[in-house]
């Protein structure tokens, strides 16, 4: 495969507290579809939403990639290391007129926004977000695990890029993250599958080339909630990172010899690389951690 075209994946945690079962499962079915297709696996903290960061994540997070192995290529990339340049490209959108002021407060949004302030014109010291102007454009694309998808764009309204609060909004920044990277693919979790297309419009609207899309299954508790930080999920116990790795396998459905249970982290993803499935997760949105 030429060096332009070797694959190149991405993890981007956010540092708003310690990686959990569901952030590891994410890691390692990106790691994993990575390392089998011998590209690179790159690593970018998304710490834009600063009211959110807790002190010492950053660090947790890397402590505990690398105590299960997922060691990345390249240094750390980090979201708030490229504000000029999302500026400089809200900048751009903005003398093109792809973009407008909105003052709408959170009681005046809908799931679909009307576009109220496309043409509401109002003294710009009142605190305003900026919106994309949407079309009747239909985003397509094919998922590799969750097959053809098709999307109206102007059925999601026009969406934020920069927040009220002055905040970059993940759509605009995770589309120029991945430019920046040169992603071409991305694996992440099935809560993420509906925000594909507004990144695929923003990034025709660009000019930039599409990633190839895998959104795997996500992780539920024993009451049908995703796991996450807002969730209260348990930060994963590395006294014995094997056995995470080889529980974590098992739920990605790929079915490590029991053997493997107490073997060296090294020597587990070795052979997960060498037997790595994604196709035994098709069509499957949600996976329940009992069943462990």
Not at 60 to 69: E, H, M
Not at 124 to 130: G, T, W
Not at 256 to 272: C, G, M, S
Request: glycine share 4%.
């Amino acid at each position: 495969m030429p060096d332009e075209q070797i694959y190149i994946g991405r993890f981007a945690p956010s540092p708003t507290g310690p990686l959990h079962l569901g952030s590891v499962f994410t890691a390692l079915a990106s790691y994993l579809q990575s390392r089998s297709h011998k590209g690179k696996w790159l690593l970018r903290i998304d710490d834009l939403d600063t009211p959110r960061n807790i002190n010492g994540s950053v660090d947790n997070i890397l402590r505990t990639l690398d105590a299960l192995g997922l060691h990345w290529d390249d240094s750390v990339a980090f979201q708030s290391k490229s504000l000029d340049y999302y500026h400089e490209v809200l900048d751009k959108l903005n003398k093109k007129e792809h973009i407008y002021p909105c003052r709408c407060s959170r009681k005046d949004r809908t799931a679909r926004y009307g576009g109220f302030c496309r043409d509401n014109h109002f003294n710009l010291d009142i605190p305003h977000a900026y919106r994309v102007k949407t079309d009747d454009t239909v985003i397509s694309f094919y998922d590799e695990l969750q097959g053809s998808k098709i999307y109206p764009i102007d059925e999601q309204g026009d969406f934020i890029l920069k927040r009220k609060d002055q905040i970059i909004a993940y759509q605009f920044a995770v589309v120029i993250d991945d430019n920046l990277q040169s992603v071409n693919h991305v694996v992440r979790g099935y809560d993420l599958l509906d925000s594909t297309p507004r990144q695929i419009f923003l990034q025709k609207m660009l000019g930039f080339k599409s990633p190839i899309y895998m959104h795997v299954p996500i992780i539920i508790d024993t009451e049908g909630y995703k796991l996450s930080k807002q969730t209260k999920a348990l930060a994963i116990d590395l006294k014995r990172p094997q056995e995470v790795i080889f529980d974590v396998l098992r739920l990605l459905k790929q079915s490590p010899p029991k053997e493997f249970r107490q073997a060296k982290v090294t020597d587990l993803l070795a052979w997960a690389i060498e037997h790595w499935d994604p196709m035994s997760l098709k069509n499957c949105k949600a996976i329940n951690k009992s069943g462990l």
